[in-house]
């Protein structure tokens, strides 16, 4: 992919962020399985990862996509009692 397509890209598909929020209700191995079933290809690593970032700082970045994307994984996640919400990646 050449910069001008990956500029194309951006502007067509602008990227958004599936960001996970801590919660005291979800255990933290029920956070990484539920990670690990709602993003296809995360990593047992990048799950683990994810989760302890949220339970740090509050939040972490689940990962940044198109739109509509974002929206399914956040669906998903929800559907697992995580919270979850998605922010413009500017």
């Given at each position: 992919m050449t910069d001008d397509d990956a500029s194309t890209r951006r502007?067509?598909?602008p990227p958004?962020?599936?960001i996970l929020h801590?919660?005291?209700h979800n255990s933290m191995d029920h956070v990484v399985q539920a990670l690990r079933k709602s993003i296809p290809g995360m990593s047992l690593g990048r799950a683990a990862a994810v989760m302890?970032?949220?339970h740090v700082n509050g939040k972490a970045l689940v990962l940044a996509c198109p739109l509509e994307l974002a929206e399914l994984y956040?669906?998903?996640l929800l559907s697992?009692?995580?919270s979850?919400?998605?922010e413009r990646d500017d």
């Open positions: 502007r067509l598909l958004y962020k599936v801590n919660d005291d302890w970032e949220a956040q669906q998903r697992f009692g995580l979850a919400t998605i």
